[in-house]
């Protein structure tokens, strides 16, 4: 199992960014998928999910209306469009599977939000 996080940078306060997710080595459209955040010393943290096929979403009460998840499993790849971002969003971002820790993949290398003036 691959999951190849990109789409990270700096962004000013109020931009936006896509950050993208490509899996590898499992049946994508077979797992519900997630986002999780981690800032230095801290717990990763569930951003956002999206159902197998794409039908259902659910947010962090921190991100919702400003974070958009979706998934194209013909692509193997899941999405998170950040928009209206502030200095709090300013993490490494991780995707995954949704299922309990001891069940979720390999971790894979992440991609750094920096939200700066």
């Known amino acids: 199992v691959q999951l190849v996080e990109s789409g990270g940078g700096l962004v000013q306060p109020g931009g936006s960014l896509r950050l993208s997710c490509a899996a590898s080595?499992?049946?994508?459209?077979?797992?519900?998928m997630s986002w999780y955040r981690q800032a230095p010393g801290r717990e990763r943290e569930l951003v956002a999910a999206?159902?197998?096929?794409?039908?259902?979403?659910d947010y962090a009460d921190s991100v919702k209306g400003r974070f958009t998840i979706s998934r194209d499993n013909a692509k193997n790849t899941v999405y998170l469009q950040m928009n209206s971002l502030n200095p709090e969003a300013a993490d490494v971002y991780y995707c995954?599977?949704?299922?309990?820790?001891?069940?979720?993949?390999?971790w894979g290398q992440g991609t750094q939000v920096t939200v700066s003036s």
């Open positions: 995954n599977n949704i299922k309990a820790a001891r069940f979720r993949f390999d």
């Open positions: 080595g499992f049946t994508f459209s077979s797992y519900a």
């Open positions: 999206i159902t197998s096929a794409g039908g259902s979403t």
